[in-house]
């Protein structure tokens, strides 16, 4: 391909926003670009690769924008989404190849014009112009964490949207890697280290590696059969309960107060009808768990009954993963992750409090970095280990 070469580009693909950065073998950060959720099992496969497309294409057009400025005395570096800039290091163990400092500005300079496998320079990024859908670009190794790889199945689909995503963005990929979005988060989260991911958003899963890095995984398995604990399953229980209430089976709950107004319905027949009409969506049901909280606040018993089950079926996922791995009374770190539990003291407290008594050598610790962390440092230890993806840059 006679593009241009770029040694890494890394996915973060959640299921409420796509997070594409592409950076050098040493963990500078060459561009970013953000778009929206991309679990194809909440928006369809086409709205997926449409998400990552857009993501990828920010991106690519972000190290064009970056090589410019930087031919230019007064260029400016690309603001990067979370804070980091086109340019910027990852600085952290996870991320960055073990013992490697920072690329200097001239090893930057050296890694932008060198030699690909068959001998012949790489054009200079800002030589070919991403419109020039002809030139294309050749990627070292790409990494894919995708939310809603859980089955065999998933990744037979998720991967053929990847190759229909690369072939539309003229991304020629040596090597490929495409991964369950948790796995990523949970190696951002602990920085490399024995730990365990317990993440409650719109849905649930928990991930752990203990010290001689074996990995497993409990819970995940999508709304309509699984994520226990989650801001879905919270919203759906509320719904649960509130058409219960209004049967007779179950007592009375601020719930249908507050949950009648949310979707601007007078009676419970029609939150019926939204739940199989086509408004209808996983992430409008998880919205609902902040009202869940709130009524348990108010002293609702209802309420406060859904979130000590939301609590409980956390710890599950995490003993779950505690026991699979023999982490019982090992030391190792703990990290709670996603609206509910960062949100929602009383879930995240029956957590901490339940996983305690099992495993007392447990540290609970905020996540070192971002999912995307996680990714990059996925790219750059194949990079840096492979003869292919090594090739003196």
């Not at 998933?154 to 539309?168: G, N, S």
């Not at 409008?284 to 768990?289: I, R």
């Amino acid at each position: 391909m006679a593009g241009r070469r770029i040694p890494l580009l890394a996915i973060d693909g959640g299921g409420t926003k796509c997070l594409a950065v592409l950076a050098d073998r040493s963990g500078r950060i060459l561009g970013t670009g953000r778009a929206g959720a991309c679990n194809y099992q909440g928006i369809g496969r086409e709205a997926a690769a449409e998400e990552l497309v857009s993501a990828i294409e920010e991106a690519l057009r972000s190290v064009s924008e970056a090589a410019t400025r930087s031919a230019s005395p007064a260029g400016q570096p690309a603001a990067f989404q979370d804070g980091q800039s086109a340019g910027s290091h990852v600085g952290n163990s996870a991320a960055s190849p073990a013992g490697q400092p920072a690329a200097s500005p001239a090893q930057v300079q050296a890694e932008s014009t060198s030699q690909s496998a068959d001998g012949a320079a790489d054009a200079p990024l800002e030589d070919a112009p991403l419109e020039d859908a002809k030139t294309g670009w050749e990627i070292d190794c790409a990494v894919f964490g995708m939310a809603g790889l859980d089955t065999d199945y998933d990744r037979q689909v998720i991967e053929e949207i990847v190759a229909c995503v690369l072939e539309k963005l003229h991304i020629q990929a040596r090597h490929l890697i495409v991964e369950n979005d948790g796995f990523a988060a949970l190696l951002g989260a602990t920085g490399g280290d024995a730990g365990i991911l317990v993440i409650a958003g719109t849905g649930s899963i928990a991930f752990g590696v203990n010290q001689a890095g074996d990995t497993a995984r409990a819970g995940g398995w999508g709304h309509r059969v699984g994520d226990e604990g989650s801001g879905y399953w919270i919203g759906k229980q509320a719904v649960t309960a509130v058409l219960k209430a209004a049967d007779g089976r179950g007592e009375p709950t601020m719930l249908t107060g507050l949950l009648l107004p949310h979707f601007g319905v007078n009676r419970v027949e029609e939150l019926f009808n939204w739940m199989y009409g086509p408004a209808y969506a996983v992430e409008k049901v998880g919205e609902l768990s902040p009202l869940v909280s709130q009524a348990a606040k108010a002293g609702d018993r209802v309420a406060g009954a859904i979130l000590r089950a939301a609590g409980e079926e956390l710890f599950l996922a995490a003993r779950a993963v505690m026991d699979r791995l023999a982490m019982k009374d090992q030391p190792f770190k703990m990290i709670l992750q996603g609206g509910v539990l960062q949100h929602d003291e009383r879930v995240r407290s029956l957590v901490i409090e339940r996983i305690s008594r099992h495993s007392p050598r447990v540290t609970f610790d905020k996540a070192e970095n971002e999912p995307i962390y996680g990714v990059i440092a996925k790219g750059l230890a194949w990079l840096n280990r492979s003869p292919t993806g090594n090739r003196g840059v």
